[in-house]
Structure formats: C-alpha cells, structure tokens
C-alpha cells in the first residue's frame, strides 16, 4: 500500500492519470526512483468540489457525469505533475493540485484544477473541507 509506505504530503511528483473515478476523485500511478515499484494512489482535486454522481436528483447526476467527462478528456492516460498539499480530506485520501506534464509554472491559477473550477459549462465549487452546501440546479 503505498499510502503507509511514503509520505506525499508537500512534494510534488510525476505520475499518470488511470482512472477518473468523479469530477473531483482521481487514481494515480506513480513510481518512486528509489523503489522498483509502482503505486497507485486514489487522490481528490484540492479547493473543488463537484456533484455526487450518487445523488437520487436526475439533474445533478447528469451534472456529476458532465464534470467527470470534461476531467476524462482533460486528463484520463495523460501523465501529469501532481502537488499534495500538506493534509488529507476527511476520508484520508491526499489531496493535490494537478498541472499538465509540459508546465513550467506551477502557480495554482494556472492549474488543472483551475480550469476545471473555472469551466462555465461545469457544476462545480470551491471547497476546502467546510461543510457542503447542497445543489441548486435551474
């Protein structure tokens, strides 16, 4: 398991996208130069928050998929740089900021994560482990 093995909080480390599990869930795969192994890791997006895909309202899990769809074709197989911030969600799953393989800057503003938040077209809000407000769809 490489959550007991390592600890991720502050680094930033290489890795590829395998599984967009929602809007804001991913799983990783990274390898560590000093083990001949590599982790998979399932992580959430830092500061968003999208809707469930769970939910029993028809509209906010279609919202939930269009979330999950844009991060697929933005990211899914894709390698990426992937910053953990210094603490786990409530779940303890790491959370990260993600940025495209080719960046040089790493300011948040130009994030992956960013781009998702910023997307009009998505359901999604900023979040940073207070309590959930509950979903308005018009």
């Known amino acids: 398991n490489c959550k007991n093995k390592f600890g991720l909080f502050g680094q930033r480390i290489f890795g590829k ?4 599990i929602d809007g804001d869930s991913i ?12 982790c998979k890791v399932n992580l959430r997006l830092y500061g968003i928050d999208t809707p ?6 028809p509209k906010e899990k279609q919202a939930a998929l269009d979330c999950k769809t844009f991060v697929t ?3 899914l197989n894709q390698f ?11 779940y303890g799953r790491w959370l990260a900021t993600l940025y495209h393989h080719d960046q040089l800057d790493f300011d948040p503003k130009y994030s992956i994560n960013q781009k998702i938040l910023l997307n ?8 940073f482990g207070n309590k959930k407000e509950s979903w308005s769809f018009e």
């Open 73 to 75: 074709e933005l990211i």
């Open 120 to 127: 009009p077209n998505l359901h999604c809000k900023p979040y």
């Open 80 to 90: 990426i740089w992937i910053q953990f911030e210094n603490q786990a969600d409530k």
């Open 52 to 57: 469930e895909k769970s939910s029993s309202d």
């Open 17 to 20: 996208c395998i599984k967009v």
């Open 27 to 38: 799983c990783i795969a990274i390898c560590y130069p000093d083990i001949d192994s590599v």
